[in-house]
């Protein structure tokens, strides 16, 4: 992967500094720069800035109860949308869906409404946090 060449507000670093590492360390923040598609002095820097809290980091946010609320409800989402199809697709080759699958596909719906409404709690609550 390509570096990213970004444009520093405060225009660019001009100090230096310098830091004795071994070949496995040296190897090692190489690989976590080039993993980031960014230099190992700014993989250093940004690592130091999350020790200090100073860092706005993505994991948080991916970890967050919402986040994971969300997930939930859209993986239920989706099953919900495969048996739809399922019985969609039955009732189409069949031309005749049972009473079973049209109370499957009224169950579904219900589902599909509950979690609607749950999903309107949970960002309603992050709305407001």
């Known amino acids: 992967m390509a570096r990213k060449r970004r444009c520093r507000q405060n225009g660019p670093r001009e100090k230096a500094v310098l830091i004795r590492v071994d070949d496995d360390e040296?190897?090692?923040?190489q690989d976590a720069a080039r993993r980031r598609g960014q230099t190992v002095s700014l993989t250093v820097i940004e690592a130091v800035k999350l020790l200090e809290g100073s860092l706005q980091v993505e994991e948080e946010e991916r970890d967050s109860p919402t986040v994971q609320a969300l997930r939930d409800i859209e993986?239920?989402?989706?099953?919900?949308?495969?048996?739809?199809n399922q019985i969609a697709h039955n009732a189409n080759r069949?031309?005749?869906?049972?009473?079973e699958d049209e109370a499957s596909a009224s169950y579904a719906v219900r589902q599909c409404r509950e979690l609607i409404d749950h999903l309107d709690a949970v960002i309603g609550q992050s709305g407001s946090a």
């Open 75 to 84: 993986y239920q989402l989706r099953r919900i949308g495969r048996n739809v």
């Open 94 to 99: 069949e031309m005749n869906a049972t009473i």
């Open 26 to 29: 040296k190897r090692m923040l």
